[in-house]
């Protein structure tokens, strides 16, 4: 990728807007008032409890549009205020920005670090908050940031020693409402797939047996709306970072517009504004295959910046873009350093060495899908080469660690298609099943595979039929072995849509399937497209 391509113009701002949704959720009267969000120094918060009651759905009883909004808890003025609210007359207590640290001395040492966050629409918690009832969360948007911190952190935090996800977004997301309804958008948006992919359309969400009768398609693009609402916000000030808060919640919002696929269609709209985030860091370590380690971990949640937050979203928007790059057959599109060292084989731990294997494939794709500009064919020839033997000292060199602790061939003759391997942990996973990708990538672009006719062309496309099925077999074994993660079955989901028409075996085509059945069913990753594309290769191939 050229240094022309990867690096924004200068003083150019990225633009967010809201992308055309099933329903409109903003109807806002043209003499509509808001309270001002571009002060910088005494903009105040006002009391606004006991906040508007009643539902997600109850918008016939709404009185303002305000009153249509999901509730909330730790709300801002842009999220419940009513029109008609007249700050100068209220007279409920309030705080200045300078006057927050004094405000709790009794809280914890940390808590100073947390009024960094600017007081307004875009950032921070009410004046009101207290350590009492009010302060909690309505219960649906708790469910919603429980189940985010349960069952979707885990996805982000793959290869993340530190747990950014699981730890640090959730806290910091009660003060940042562009973090907050970015975890409501995605945890609303699984579940909502998850009922619908288990019980139909008609399905009520549930999470832990409880009901959730609020929570509805609708309810999810409203969430999603309000947080485009505050990236707008911070698109138009001249003066707004593009922070770790915002990385994350694009990369969090990315996670939703791959499973809201079946819906909205393919679209990688938040790809373009972590390309552009990232851009504006100009900082190379981030996919740099010597440096890929990153920082150690923040001393406080609540620090601003957050360095260590914001070099684990890169991790996991690298992750994301490694799926959407291979199915759709393009090239990686963050900026991969160009003078990545894979002679480096140091015995790191395991979330580095897999780290440096993501790095790897990156590069990968870059070199398949791109536009690389080899003068000569032996040129590209030495690039394979470099690259492949990252691969070979792989398996000549792997550490312990990342060798699995029980292996079991694969016995069709007892129905099990795919061999069984166990490892200890997720990071361990993801990275033997991406060492397989790389695999897929030097077999499919070997350079001295190129003639497709002649004596021996049928041999050698025999012979790469089968080193795809046995590859992809392994990632399909990875996955099914170690379910308690969640990523290695979207990464053997990758791998069979890529590979999946080079299986002939009727029996062998059911297991795969069925894996993008499981997949669906429990994890709400959408599969249909892909099962329909297979079954129609699969019946061209055989005359049906």
Same mark, same amino acid.
């Given at each position: 990728?050229?240094?022309?391509?990867?690096?924004?113009?200068?003083?150019?701002?990225?633009?967010?807007?809201?992308?055309? /949704?099933?329903?409109?959720?903003?109807?806002?009267?043209?003499? %509509?008032?808001?309270?001002? #969000?571009? /002060?910088?120094?005494?903009?105040?918060?006002?009391?606004?409890?006991?906040?508007?009651?009643?539902?997600?759905?109850?918008?016939?009883?709404?009185?303002?549009?305000?009153?249509?909004?999901?509730?909330?808890?730790?709300?801002?003025?842009?999220?419940?205020?009513? @029109?008609?609210? *007249?700050?100068?007359?209220?007279?409920?207590? !309030?705080?200045?920005?300078?006057?927050?640290?004094?405000?709790?001395?009794?809280?914890?040492?940390?808590?100073?670090?947390?009024?960094?966050?600017?007081?307004?629409?875009?950032?921070? $918690?009410?004046?009101?908050? #207290?350590?009492?009832?009010?302060?909690?969360?309505?219960?649906?948007?708790?469910?919603?940031?429980?189940?985010?911190?349960? *069952?979707?952190?885990?996805?982000?935090?793959?290869?993340?020693?530190?747990?950014?996800? &699981?730890?640090?977004?959730?806290?910091?997301?009660?003060?940042?409402?562009?973090?907050?309804?970015?975890?409501?958008?995605?945890?609303?948006? !699984?579940?909502?797939?998850?009922?619908?992919?288990?019980?139909?359309?008609?399905?009520?969400?549930?999470?832990?047996?409880?009901?959730?009768?609020?929570?509805?398609?609708?309810?999810?693009?409203?969430?999603?709306?309000?947080?485009?609402?505050?990236?707008?916000?911070?698109?138009?000030?001249?003066?707004?970072?593009?922070?770790?808060?915002?990385?994350?919640?694009?990369?969090?919002?990315?996670?939703?517009?791959?499973?809201? &696929? @079946?819906?909205?269609?393919?679209?990688?709209?938040?790809?373009?504004?972590?390309?552009?985030?990232?851009?504006? %860091?100009?900082?190379?370590?981030?996919?740099?295959?010597?440096?890929?380690?990153? @920082?150690?971990?923040?001393?406080?949640? !609540?620090?601003?910046? #957050?360095?260590?937050?914001?070099?684990?979203?890169?991790?996991?928007?690298? /992750?994301?873009?490694? $799926?959407?790059?291979?199915?759709?057959?393009?090239?990686?599109?963050?900026?991969?350093?160009?003078?990545?060292?894979?002679?480096?084989?140091?015995?790191?731990?395991?979330?580095?060495?897999?780290?440096?294997?993501?790095?790897?494939?990156?590069?990968?794709?870059?070199?398949?899908?791109?536009? *690389?500009?080899?003068?000569?064919? %032996?040129?590209?020839?030495?690039?394979?080469?470099?690259?492949?033997?990252?691969?070979?000292?792989?398996?000549?060199?792997?550490?312990?660690?990342?060798?699995?602790?029980?292996?079991?061939?694969?016995?069709? #003759?007892?129905? /099990?298609?795919?061999?069984?391997?166990?490892? =200890? *942990?997720?990071?361990?996973?993801?990275?033997?099943?991406?060492?397989?990708?790389?695999?897929?990538?030097?077999?499919?672009?070997?350079?001295?595979?190129?003639?497709?006719?002649?004596?021996?062309?049928?041999?050698?496309?025999? &012979?790469?039929?089968?080193?795809?099925?046995?590859?992809?077999?392994?990632?399909?074994?990875?996955?099914?072995?170690?379910?308690?993660?969640?990523?290695?079955?979207?990464?053997?989901?990758? =791998?069979?849509?890529?590979?999946?028409?080079?299986?002939?075996?009727?029996?062998?085509?059911?297991?795969?399937?069925?894996?993008?059945?499981?997949?669906?069913?429990?994890?709400?990753? @959408?599969?249909?497209?892909?099962?329909?594309?297979?079954?129609?290769?699969?019946? %061209?191939?055989?005359?049906?």
């Amino acid at each position: 990728m050229s240094e022309k391509e990867t690096k924004p113009p200068p003083g150019c701002k990225i633009r967010f807007r809201t992308a055309p /949704r099933p329903k409109p959720t903003f109807d806002f009267a043209p003499d %509509q008032e808001w309270v001002g #969000s571009r /002060r910088k120094r005494r903009l105040t918060y006002v009391d606004m409890t006991p906040r508007v009651s009643g539902g997600l759905s109850n918008e016939s009883t709404a009185q303002s549009p305000a009153a249509s909004q999901p509730p909330i808890g730790l709300s801002s003025p842009v999220e419940s205020a009513s @029109p008609s609210t *007249n700050i100068s007359n209220q007279t409920s207590p !309030h705080i200045e920005q300078k006057d927050q640290p004094e405000e709790h001395p009794e809280r914890d040492p940390g808590l100073a670090s947390r009024f960094r966050y600017p007081i307004g629409p875009l950032h921070g $918690w009410s004046d009101t908050y #207290s350590d009492s009832s009010s302060s909690y969360l309505e219960f649906q948007d708790a469910c919603l940031m429980r189940h985010f911190i349960e *069952n979707l952190a885990p996805l982000f935090d793959t290869s993340d020693m530190d747990r950014h996800f &699981a730890i640090v977004v959730p806290e910091r997301a009660l003060l940042c409402p562009v973090l907050r309804y970015a975890v409501y958008t995605a945890s609303a948006g !699984h579940l909502i797939r998850l009922a619908y992919c288990r019980g139909g359309n008609g399905n009520m969400v549930s999470v832990d047996g409880t009901r959730l009768p609020n929570l509805t398609p609708d309810a999810a693009i409203r969430y999603h709306d309000i947080c485009i609402s505050h990236l707008i916000e911070i698109s138009k000030d001249p003066d707004e970072e593009y922070n770790e808060d915002v990385l994350t919640a694009a990369t969090i919002l990315r996670f939703y517009e791959q499973i809201d &696929a @079946p819906s909205t269609g393919p679209s990688e709209a938040y790809l373009n504004a972590i390309q552009f985030i990232v851009n504006t %860091q100009k900082d190379e370590s981030f996919y740099s295959y010597q440096t890929i380690q990153g @920082p150690p971990r923040d001393s406080s949640v !609540h620090v601003t910046p #957050s360095i260590s937050l914001r070099h684990s979203a890169c991790l996991a928007a690298m /992750r994301q873009e490694i $799926w959407s790059a291979f199915l759709h057959q393009r090239p990686f599109r963050l900026p991969v350093s160009p003078h990545n060292d894979y002679s480096l084989f140091d015995p790191n731990n395991d979330f580095i060495r897999a780290n440096r294997i993501f790095v790897w494939v990156a590069d990968l794709l870059i070199f398949c899908f791109g536009d *690389n500009h080899f003068t000569t064919a %032996q040129e590209k020839l030495q690039r394979w080469n470099m690259l492949k033997a990252v691969e070979q000292r792989w398996q000549d060199l792997r550490p312990q660690p990342m060798r699995p602790f029980y292996y079991r061939e694969r016995d069709p #003759s007892s129905g /099990r298609f795919f061999p069984e391997v166990w490892h =200890a *942990n997720a990071c361990q996973v993801a990275g033997a099943q991406h060492v397989e990708l790389g695999k897929i990538l030097l077999a499919v672009s070997d350079p001295t595979r190129t003639s497709r006719l002649g004596i021996g062309a049928m041999s050698r496309n025999n &012979a790469l039929a089968e080193e795809l099925r046995s590859i992809t077999r392994r990632l399909c074994g990875l996955a099914l072995s170690n379910q308690k993660c969640p990523s290695a079955m979207i990464t053997a989901m990758v =791998a069979i849509a890529v590979c999946g028409e080079y299986f002939t075996d009727p029996a062998e085509q059911d297991a795969l399937l069925q894996l993008l059945h499981a997949l669906e069913y429990d994890y709400a990753w @959408p599969t249909q497209s892909t099962v329909a594309a297979l079954r129609a290769s699969w019946a %061209q191939n055989t005359g049906l």
